[in-house]
């Protein structure tokens, strides 16, 4: 959220939109990039024949960046329209049963930073948040901020 100050700004200024917040930010920076499946079948996924027993990394951050499912998907907006599912929590008998504990957490947080630390951004003075390396995991290695 920091990142784009014109958002934070409309999300201090709207504690409506804390909701949508919520769920862009799980789209568009999606926390778990991907996880590791198996196929239990031979199957074609977009075109590709897979056999039984196959690899995958089925790439939730991927999907949640894809035109087709989402307008302008590059593009990170918290007014958009919070029906149009995302797969930050993934999908199916798997999907992550702790999802509504963490839109809760995540709710909560910008409630209370957007109403009593409006001021709060990236520290100028310090360097951008890094990410860490990793494939699955995303998260910062470094988040300075101030306000
Ligand atoms: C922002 C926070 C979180 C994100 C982005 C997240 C995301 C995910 C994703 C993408 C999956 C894989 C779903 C799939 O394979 O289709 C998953 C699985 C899982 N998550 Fe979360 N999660 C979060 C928080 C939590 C919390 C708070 C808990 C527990 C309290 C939790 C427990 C689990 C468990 C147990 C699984 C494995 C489910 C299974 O394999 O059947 N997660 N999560």
């Known amino acids: 959220m920091l990142t784009d100050r014109e958002q ?3 999300l201090c200024s709207d504690p409506t ?13 999606t926390a778990i990039q991907g996880f590791r499946r198996v196929t239990t079948r031979p199957v074609t996924l977009g075109g590709t024949k897979l056999p039984a027993g196959a690899t995958v990394l ?5 999907a949640n960046r894809d035109e087709h499912r989402h307008a302008r998907a590059d593009r990170f907006d918290i007014r958009r329209p919070v ?12 999907s992550c049963p702790g999802s509504r504990l963490a839109r809760a957490q995540l ?11 409006p001021g709060l951004r990236l520290d100028p003075r310090r360097p951008l948040p890094s990410m860490r ?5 995303r998260s910062p290695e470094t988040l300075h901020v101030t306000w």
């Open 133 to 137: 390396p990793t494939l699955i995991h």
């Open 58 to 62: 089925v790439a939730y951050a991927s």
């Open 8 to 10: 934070w700004l409309l």
């Open 83 to 94: 029906e149009r599912r995302h797969l930050a929590f993934g999908h199916g008998p798997h």
């Open 107 to 117: 709710h909560l947080t910008l409630e209370l930073f957007s109403h009593v630390l």
């Open 17 to 29: 939109l804390i909701a949508a917040a919520v769920e862009e930010c799980a789209r568009f920076d």
